[in-house]
C-alpha cells in the first residue's frame, strides 16, 4: 500500500510539474510543437497558414495594424484584436506606405496587378502592371513605387536569371525603367534562397536605396555575392564595400541609420557591413536566412533568435526557426514572425543603441532627399549629385 501510494504521489507531482511549464503557453492561448516562443514576450498566434517569404506582412506606419498574406490579405487591429480581410485574389507582396495606403501585388488570372487600398475609405484601386512584379517599396514622397520584376527559367545547363527595377508614378500613372541585369549561371537548379532572399532588406532609411545582392559564378574561381544600392534616381548599382571576400550572400537588412547593413552569408551565418568597409563577421552561433534590425535599437533577429549587433546578448525567441521572417513595428517593441508555424507577433522589447549604431537623422535624410530631387529635376549634372552626396556624408561622419 505504501508503494502504491508513492508512486500516486510520483503521478502528481509529474502532472503539476508539466502543468508548470506549459501554463505560459496556456495564457496567451498558443502550445507550440517543437518551436516553444519565449513566454515572456506573450506569444500571440494570428494565423497559421501564411506565406513563408519576404513581403508576407507588413506594419502600419503607426504600429497599430499589421497586414499579412494569408489566401487573401488580412489586418489585425492589435487595439481592438479584431482581424479584417481583403479580398485580393492571390496576393504576393505586401507592404504599408507612410501615407497609410497598404500596397498589394497579386497575380490573380496571370496578371500582374497592383492594388492600392485607402485605409481611411478601403477601396480598391487597382491597376494592371505590364511585366512580371514580385516586390514594391513605396517611397517617402507618397508618389513613386519602386517595382522589381524578377524572372527564374532553369535549363538543361544552367539558371537564367533577370531582374528589372521601375520606378511607377501614382499620379500621372508612368512606368520607368531604371536599373536591369540578366545572366545565365552554369550552375542548374541554383537555390532560391541566392536569388530572391536579398528582396527582404528593402530600401535604405537613409537616401532609398534598393539593396541589392549580385550573385556572381566565375569560370575558374568559386562563385560569390556583390554587394551593392540601386540609386533609384541614376539607376546605378553602389557597392557597399568593395572587399566581401568573395563570400556568398542570401540576405539582408538596413540598420535604423541606413549605414550599416546586417548579411547573412551562404551558411546562415550574420555579418555586419559599414558602408565603404569590409563585413565584419559576429563571434555567434546564430545562423538563419533573413535579418531584421530594429528601426529602433541596435537588436537584430534572425533565425528564431534576437542578438545585439555587436553580437551579445544573445536569446533565442523561437527553436528550430532557421528560416523564419521576422519584422519589428515601428517603434521596436513588438515582433511579427512567419514561420512554418504561422504568423506569431511577440512584445515586450525594449530595444536600446549600442556604439556605432545610431538612431534615424531625419535632418540628414532630407537633405540626401532633396539632393536627389535636384538630380531628378535636372538641376544638377550626376557628376555634382555625387560630390554633394558624399560632402554631406562626410561631414556628418565628422560630428561628434
Known amino acids: 500500500m505504501a508503494m502504491a501510494l508513492f508512486s500516486g504521489i510520483r503521478r502528481i507531482w509529474f502532472l503539476v510539474t508539466l502543468l508548470l511549464q506549459i501554463a505560459p503557453f496556456l495564457l496567451t ?86 492594388c492600392t487600398i485607402n485605409m481611411a475609405n478601403p477601396v480598391i484601386q487597382k491597376t494592371c502592371l505590364d511585366s512580371d512584379a514580385d516586390a514594391l517599396f513605396p517611397l517617402k514622397d507618397n508618389r513613386r513605387i519602386l517595382i522589381l520584376s524578377s524572372k527564374v527559367k532553369y535549363l538543361s545547363f544552367g539558371t537564367d536569371t533577370q531582374y528589372s527595377l521601375s520606378i511607377y508614378d501614382r499620379k500621372d500613372g508612368s512606368k520607368k525603367g531604371i536599373y536591369s541585369f540578366r545572366k545565365i549561371y552554369s550552375v542548374k537548379n541554383l537555390n532560391s534562397n541566392f536569388l530572391e532572399g536579398w528582396i527582404h532588406a528593402g530600401v535604405s532609411p537613409l537616401d532609398e536605396g534598393l539593396l541589392m545582392l549580385e550573385y556572381v559564378k566565375p569560370p575558374v574561381v568559386r562563385q560569390y555575392t556583390k554587394i551593392g544600392a540601386i540609386d533609384p534616381v541614376t539607376g546605378k548599382f553602389q557597392p557597399l564595400s568593395e572587399n566581401t571576400g568573395k563570400k556568398q550572400y542570401i540576405s539582408g537588412s538596413w540598420s535604423p541609420d541606413g549605414r550599416r547593413a546586417a548579411l547573412t552569408t551562404e551558411d546562415g551565418r550574420l555579418e555586419i557591413v559599414d558602408i565603404g568597409q569590409d563585413p565584419i563577421p559576429l563571434s555567434s552561433d546564430v545562423s538563419g536566412l533573413y535579418p531584421s534590425w530594429n528601426p529602433m535599437g541596435s537588436q537584430i533577429f534572425v533565425g528564431g533568435h534576437v542578438l545585439d549587433s555587436d553580437g551579445r546578448n544573445r536569446e533565442e525567441l523561437i527553436q528550430g526557426a532557421f528560416d523564419s521572417v521576422g519584422h519589428w513595428s515601428p517603434d521596436g517593441t513588438r515582433l511579427a514572425v512567419i514561420s512554418k508555424e504561422g504568423l506569431r507577433v511577440l512584445e515586450g522589447f525594449s530595444p536600446g543603441f549600442i556604439a556605432p549604431d545610431k538612431p534615424f537623422d531625419e535632418d540628414l535624410a532630407k537633405k540626401i532627399l532633396t539632393l536627389k530631387g535636384l538630380l531628378r529635376d535636372g538641376l544638377l549634372t550626376e557628376e555634382e549629385y555625387t560630390i554633394r552626396y558624399k560632402k554631406i556624408l562626410g561631414k556628418t561622419k565628422e560630428t561628434p
Open 29 to 114: 492561448g498558443y502550445i507550440s510543437a517543437g518551436e516553444n516562443p519565449a513566454p515572456k514576450y506573450r506569444p500571440v498566434m494570428l494565423a497559421e497558414n501564411v506565406l513563408l517569404r519576404p513581403g508576407a506582412l507588413s506594419w502600419s506606419p503607426d504600429g497599430k495594424r499589421l497586414a499579412f498574406v494569408s489566401g487573401t490579405i488580412k489586418i489585425y487591429n492589435w487595439e481592438s484584436k479584431q482581424q479584417d480581410e481583403i479580398d485580393i485574389k492571390e496576393p504576393v507582396y505586401v507592404n504599408w506606405a507612410a501615407d497609410n495606403r497598404l500596397f498589394v501585388l497579386s497575380r490573380a488570372d496571370n496578371r500582374d496587378v497592383l
